[in-house]
């Protein structure tokens, strides 16, 4: 994903629609290899499409928001990124490097009106997920005592905050990188005693 790529993704979205007041960026591939499996080719495989090319992206559409007096662009990052889980050292490290470009953007852009936040999934029920519970007896009820709310989310968990930032209602916000995940990157909770 080259800046050329993106400007060109760019283009055929304006040219679509004609202008973009919010961009989500929620392209990513997760990457589950200890640093002992991780090769050169693995890493940059991971990093062109979580990092790379969410940027090329926004950097293509930014001017568009920039003379349209604003916008939001909200990036999806990974609790991985705060967490820091095992054998996930490639994609918490894409996702750590979002959180950082949503920071610096935030204040490049601040004073164009464009707000940029991202929102930190945590343990969200998806297909992959199911697949991990058909293939690992007791991987999800293990997960799910990590959460303090001791509950897997929802796509509409994630929806709803996307909305938000989407809105008129986090006009004041920026540069924020939130968990969305029932408290397990900043409370979470070990395993509860049997009896």
């Known amino acids: 994903a080259q800046r050329k790529s993106g400007t060109e993704l760019a283009e055929r979205v304006l ?6 007041d919010v961009l989500v960026n ?10 002992d499996q991780l090769t050169e080719e693995d890493f940059d495989l ?9 940027l090329m992206l926004t950097l293509g559409l930014g001017p568009s928001m920039i003379e349209r007096g604003g916008g939001s662009v909200i990036n999806i990052s990974s609790i991985a990124s705060l967490r820091g889980p095992l054998g996930r050292v490639a994609y918490a490290g894409t996702k750590g490097a979002v959180d950082g470009m949503t920071r610096a953007l935030a204040a490049d852009w601040g004073p164009s009106g464009i707000r940029v936040n991202a929102i930190c999934p945590g343990l969200i029920a998806t297909a ?8 690992i007896p007791g991987l999800i009820e293990q997960l799910e ?12 968990d994630i929806a709803d905050v996307v909305l938000f930032f989407a809105s008129d209602a ?3 916000m920026t540069g ?5 995940d029932g408290g397990m ?5 070990a395993p509860r005693p049997k009896g």
């Open 15 to 20: 040219d679509a629609v004609g202008g973009v």
């Open 26 to 35: 929620n392209a990513g591939i997760p990457m589950r290899k200890t640093p």
């Open 46 to 54: 991971v990093f062109s499409i979580n990092v790379r090319s969410l």
């Open 128 to 135: 992959i997920w199911e697949d991990n519970r058909n293939n």
């Open 145 to 156: 005592e990590q959460i303090a709310l001791k509950r897997w989310g929802d796509g509409d």
């Open 170 to 172: 986090s006009r004041y």
């Open 176 to 180: 924020e990188v939130v968990a969305v």
């Open 185 to 189: 990157a900043r409370v979470g909770s």
